[in-house]
């Protein structure tokens, strides 16, 4: 019997207890629980006291705890370290280590909606420069692109981002979203991790069409699931893959170390999820 949870102030808009929820019945697994819990930022310091006192397996951090609960952390994973957001932590032994799987998330739901999408890529462009823009840098790191480039509205942030990032290593470069007209040609990746495309705003001059033959267009937005960006890129023949995976995929770690078992991302569960966002699309 295992006890996790998501916190987050506020937390009633999350979709990890539908998730978690799900495989707990899938798999059979009673007697454990996943619960959402509002935690105010003040008193993040003492949750964690009590997880690390024996209360829960361990749990989901999200908005606003993301980057404050690393400090609260006895061990951090490397990538956790790296990206510098923790939104998955393990209680063992009178310890809490923070991971971050949205980059295996990320990865993941490529690797499922695009097979083959890394393979003689050359250059992915990342709009934003956000918290979700971090994990995602890396995960393109780790999966050896030789050019990635971060488009932001503000420039100046995209800069900071790949020269903390990017450190150390070629092939990481910013620059404002208007470069996208001219870099586009060339590309075979581009993400959206910025906000537009939430509640169906889009940007003014962004045609996927410019995208080099075989690009792959990726929206980590998923509400809507089928972004302007995301419908556009379909028009443009592209190949698209929407959001709400990355979703579900950067949950499965953290289950499997709460609960003991991996479980497995499926239709049904995409269907629940759906189901529970009113938005069956
Ligand atoms: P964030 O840290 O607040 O960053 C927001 C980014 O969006 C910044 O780069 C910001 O640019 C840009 N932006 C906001 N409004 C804009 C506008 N009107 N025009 C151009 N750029 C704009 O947010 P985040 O945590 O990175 O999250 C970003 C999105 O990703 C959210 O929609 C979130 O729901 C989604 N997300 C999805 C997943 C998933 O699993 N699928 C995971 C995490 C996040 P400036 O720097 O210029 O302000």
Redesign the pocket.
Known sequence: MARAFVIGHPIAHSKSPVIHRFWLDALGIEGSSYEAIDVAPGDLEGFIARLREGAFAGGNVTIPHKEAVLALCDDLDPLARRIGAVNTLVATSGRVMGHNT?CP?FLANLDTGAPGWSQGLERAIVL??????RAIIVALIERGVPEIVIL???PD?AHGLARELGAGRQGVAADG?EAYESLAPGTGLLVN????G?GGSRFDALDPARLGQDAVVND???TPLETELLQAAHRAGKRTVD??G??LH?AVPGFAAWFGQTPQVTPALRDAVLAAMGDKN
């Open positions: 949205d998330g934003g420069a956000g918290g979700a823009a932001n509205r503000s942030r979203l991790t910025t906000a537009i939430m980590i937005v998923y959001g709400l990355m979703l950067q």
